[in-house]
């Protein structure tokens, strides 16, 4: 048939193009680069001398407002095509992607040590702090000096039978957070005005018992002041390095009120993580058996090709790095599943299909927990809290046409991409089955034909060492919920990017008690 003949035609083709690009490998290569339109070509806002496209972020006269990012791109994107390109302060270019296939070259990079642009202000505080800092830390190094701390600091906590030992102790945490909600719920009701601040303190209490091996008592009636100085630390913190990310780069030339509230920050940190490390160091000593909670912490606090000053800045670096972003993602994984209350009635029935009406979450639960973790992976798909990833390109690539030269800074939308129609049936609706094989086999229309853009935790050797836990941990937290509450949220949530993508303003949930 005439179908048939074009398949074998285009076969041919390809074979015969094929034989030719080998033999004239080089001669191709020259004539694609002259042929290729390049970084200049790269369509974006406008740029000024110095200002760069950040222009675009003032309050004003620019187009964008600094808080709503997020939906900056997805503005972008529409008007300027997949990749656009801003550029920061003192014109340094920044390109960003939400091409599925730009996307993918970047995580198949066979990068050995995988680049991430550092965080200045940080680097420049730990620079000026030698006493405390070896380096910037395993968030902010780079190369053979980011290896040796990533191999040296993350071996327990990416390991499974580590994380899964923590389960005991989350499913307290759950129950810890179970009452709180108990006692924010309006008797009648059972409507929360307002469930982000108990969000975020169950995000600090996780994150403390992997970092810290601890519970320290964020979900306690009365915050002890040692705990109220971490959380001011912290957010002081996020608040420092939003500053840093969106201002005119001041700090870099003389310590500016934002590099002023970054270093109390760190130093406060700093000072807590100590303050907390003690009792595991006398157990050291003493040479107990760690708890389960304690295995992350005394690891690392063992290890002998780690000095003192590695060892406490990795666990400052453990602890500021998950408190908000687990915070965060637990509000919004609620509010999505508070929206979706079919998929919610199936998450309920699926719990009470695997467990009896008191048993304790356990390993083979979430094993087997088929739905839950769907839901999860679905949530993650449509608001992620890191909505993209950074990374500084090793070689010369061509990144939708264009072609992008070495040591360029690439951002990865890797959310704006999954909100494509293009690459995801019905992008826009919660539907948990696409992450389950059987119910594709059902309905083919679900098949999901990019699974790699949904990467909260980032990708390559790079990703996320808490991400393990925090599936864990967010696992738990849904099926304790969902167990206990039908949960209702009647208004939408406004988001805002504050660092992270955040609830914006108040989140109120309705809490049914289950019968
Ligand atoms: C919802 C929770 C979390 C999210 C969404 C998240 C997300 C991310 C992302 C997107 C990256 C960048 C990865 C890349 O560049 O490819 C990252 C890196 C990192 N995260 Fe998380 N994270 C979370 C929780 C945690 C926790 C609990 C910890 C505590 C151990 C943690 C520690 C780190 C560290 C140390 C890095 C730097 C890793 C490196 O550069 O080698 N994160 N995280």
């Known amino acids: 048939t005439w179908r048939h003949l074009l398949i074998w035609l285009q076969k041919m083709i390809t074979a015969a193009d094929i034989k030719f690009a080998l033999k004239h490998k080089q001669t191709l290569f020259a004539l694609q680069r002259v042929a290729l339109p390049g970084l200049k070509d790269i369509p974006g806002p406008v740029a000024l001398p110095i200002f760069g496209t950040r222009w675009i972020y003032n309050k004003y006269f620019g187009r964008y407002t600094i808080t709503k990012i997020h939906e900056a791109y997805q503005s972008m994107f529409k008007e300027y095509g997949q990749v656009i390109k801003e550029e920061a302060f003192f014109n340094y270019p920044v390109i960003s992607t939400c091409s599925a296939q730009d996307i993918e070259k970047l995580i198949k990079f066979p990068s050995k040590f995988p680049l991430r642009p550092p965080n200045g202000i940080v680097s420049k505080y730990r620079q000026n702090t030698p006493g405390r800092y070896n380096d910037g830390g395993l968030t902010n190094e780079q190369g053979k000096a980011w290896h040796r701390l990533r191999e040296s600091t993350t071996h327990d906590m990416v390991n499974t039978r580590v994380i899964q030992n923590l389960i005991a102790d989350v499913n307290d945490m759950a129950i810890d957070y179970i009452a709180g909600i108990n006692k924010l719920r309006d008797p009648d009701t059972g409507r929360v005005q307002d469930i982000i601040e108990l969000n975020r303190k169950l995000g600090f209490e996780s994150t403390c018992l992997l970092g810290l091996g601890c519970r320290v008592g964020f979900l306690e009636d009365e915050l002890n002041?040692?705990?109220?100085?971490?959380?001011?630390?912290?957010?002081?913190?996020?608040?420092?390095?939003?500053?840093?990310?969106?201002?005119?780069?001041?700090?870099?030339?003389?310590?500016?009120?934002?590099?002023?509230?970054?270093?109390?920050?760190?130093?406060?940190?700093?000072?807590?993580?100590?303050?907390?490390?003690?009792?595991?160091?006398?157990?050291?000593?003493?040479?107990?058996?760690?708890?389960?909670?304690?295995?992350?912490?005394?690891?690392?606090?063992?290890?002998?090709?780690?000095?003192?000053?590695?060892?406490?800045?990795?666990?400052?670096?453990?602890?500021?790095?998950?408190?908000?972003?687990?915070?965060?993602?637990?509000?919004?994984?609620?509010?999505?599943?508070?929206?979706?209350?079919?998929?919610?009635?199936?998450?309920?029935?699926?719990?009470?299909?695997?467990?009896?009406?008191?048993?304790?979450?356990?390993?083979?639960?979430?094993?087997?927990?088929?739905?839950?973790?769907?839901?999860?992976?679905?949530?993650?798909?449509?608001?992620?809290?890191?909505?993209?990833?950074?990374?500084?390109?090793?070689?010369?690539?061509?990144?939708?046409?264009?072609?992008?030269?070495?040591?360029?800074?690439?951002?990865?939308?890797?959310?704006?991409?999954?909100?494509?129609?293009?690459?995801?049936?019905?992008?826009?609706?919660?539907?948990?089955?696409?992450?389950?094989?059987?119910?594709?086999?059902?309905?083919?229309?679900?098949?999901?034909?990019?699974?790699?853009?949904?990467?909260?935790?980032?990708?390559?050797?790079?990703?996320?060492?808490?991400?393990?836990?925090?599936?864990?941990?967010?696992?738990?937290?849904?099926?304790?919920?969902?167990?206990?509450?039908?949960?209702?949220?009647?208004?939408?949530?406004?988001?805002?990017?504050?660092?992270?993508?955040?609830?914006?303003?108040?989140?109120?949930?309705?809490?049914?008690?289950?019968?």
């Open 225 to 515: 002041p040692r705990v109220k100085r971490l959380s001011q630390a912290t957010n002081c913190l996020f608040e420092a390095l939003n500053e840093a990310n969106y201002n005119l780069p001041l700090w870099r030339y003389f310590p500016n009120s934002t590099y002023k509230k970054l270093a109390k920050a760190e130093e406060d940190l700093y000072e807590l993580a100590c303050e907390y490390l003690e009792p595991a160091l006398q157990r050291i000593e003493e040479s107990y058996e760690p708890e389960a909670a304690q295995t992350v912490l005394i690891g690392i606090l063992k290890r002998s090709d780690l000095d003192d000053k590695d060892k406490k800045s990795s666990i400052v670096d453990f602890v500021s790095s998950g408190m908000n972003t687990i915070g965060n993602t637990l509000s919004l994984l609620l509010y999505l599943i508070a929206k979706n209350p079919d998929a919610q009635t199936k998450l309920y029935e699926e719990i009470n299909n695997l467990l009896e009406p008191d048993e304790p979450i356990s390993a083979k639960y979430l094993n087997s927990a088929r739905y839950l973790k769907a839901c999860v992976q679905e949530y993650f798909r449509i608001l992620p809290t890191a909505p993209q990833i950074a990374r500084i390109v090793e070689s010369e690539m061509v990144l939708s046409g264009y072609q992008v030269p070495e040591w360029s800074v690439v951002l990865c939308h890797t959310s704006a991409a999954c909100k494509n129609e293009n690459y995801f049936h019905q992008a826009d609706k919660f539907i948990p089955e696409r992450w389950i094989a059987s119910e594709v086999e059902a309905n083919p229309d679900l098949k999901v034909q990019y699974p790699f853009l949904v990467s909260p935790f980032g990708f390559q050797r790079r990703i996320c060492p808490g991400k393990k836990f925090t599936e864990q941990m967010l696992h738990i937290f849904l099926a304790t919920v969902v167990r206990q509450f039908e949960v209702r949220c009647e208004k939408d949530l406004e988001l805002e990017f504050k660092f992270l993508l955040a609830p914006a303003g108040q989140l109120t949930i309705d809490f049914k008690e289950r019968i």
